[in-house]
């Protein structure tokens, strides 16, 4: 396919995903058969929330289907954790499975209104139409992976994801939504997928063999030591590929990272 053309389609793709995360509400519920609870109880203050935390032994995935909630990805202590303020307790879904998956999304409710879909999730329920969705910017959630586990997966979905992911190893990483901030810091990978109409990507001294960055409007810090073994593809109306300031054509190399859309922009650091 010709380069323009792929990059409409990602941008007419970026609208659909766009479109449907706000007419669902981003109703995203993972639902496992056979997944239970393994450890739950209040944890320490955050703020002056009192936050709530699962806890498990070991994972092999992590699935997070959120909106606008500030996310954390870090490593430390002893059992794989996830924590969030415990006053919004009822607006989460929370399905995981020892030695398997932990997963936590926006909860749905058997309320069906207008057109035949759940939208209690946007304050719908019961058949009433006014909007109410909340705003979630200030209740992060913390996931803490300890040092000696490796993630098969990771899969963020939603609206509004703003993500950091700190010192974390996996096989995958996949974050997607409307707009998508994300950072990821010492992080090791074999793909990493970002999507998004809006996506602002920072990649501060991260191993991968394959990054790919698309939307509409896709821009990308990139801090690594040297450009040696990666190679750059940057492509869209507007696109621009700049090493430490300067504007270059690409590089070749078995590390590749693409940056797709009508806006794409890669800046690339080396120190």
């Known amino acids: 396919m010709k380069r323009t053309g792929k990059i409409f389609l990602i941008v007419a793709a970026c609208l659909v995903v766009f479109g449907l995360l706000l007419s669902a509400g981003v109703a995203i519920a993972v639902r496992t058969t056979g997944a239970g609870s393994h450890r739950m109880g209040f944890h320490s203050h955050y703020g002056n929330e009192v936050t709530r935390t699962a806890e498990m032994d070991s994972i092999n995935s992590l699935s997070l289907a959120l909106v606008n909630e500030p996310v954390y990805i870090v490593r430390g202590g002893s059992s794989v954790s996830i924590t969030w303020i415990e006053m919004y307790d009822g607006q989460y879904e929370l399905t995981q499975r020892e030695g398997e998956f932990l997963s936590l999304s926006r909860a749905t ?150 940056v797709n859309g009508v806006n794409a922009v890669l800046n690339v650091h080396t120190r």
């Open 109 to 258: 409710s058997r309320n069906w209104g207008f057109w035949g879909r759940d939208w209690t999730f946007l304050g719908f329920g019961g058949g009433r139409f006014g909007w109410s969705i909340e705003n979630a910017s200030n209740r992060p959630v913390t996931v803490t992976i300890p040092q000696h586990i490796e993630l098969h997966s990771i899969d963020l979905a939603g609206a509004d994801i703003r993500v950091v992911i700190d010192y974390i190893d996996a096989l995958e990483i996949g974050i997607s939504g409307a707009n998508v901030t994300a950072t990821l810091q010492c992080v090791t990978a074999r793909d990493i997928e970002v999507s998004g109409a809006n996506a602002i990507v920072t990649l501060s001294d991260v191993e991968a063999n394959d990054i790919e960055v698309s939307g509409a409007n896709a821009e990308v810090v990139m801090n690594i030591p040297s450009t040696d073994g990666w190679s750059f593809d940057v492509s869209g109306v507007h696109a621009a590929l700049r090493v430490d300031g300067q504007r270059w054509q690409g590089f070749a190399g078995s590390r590749s990272v693409s």
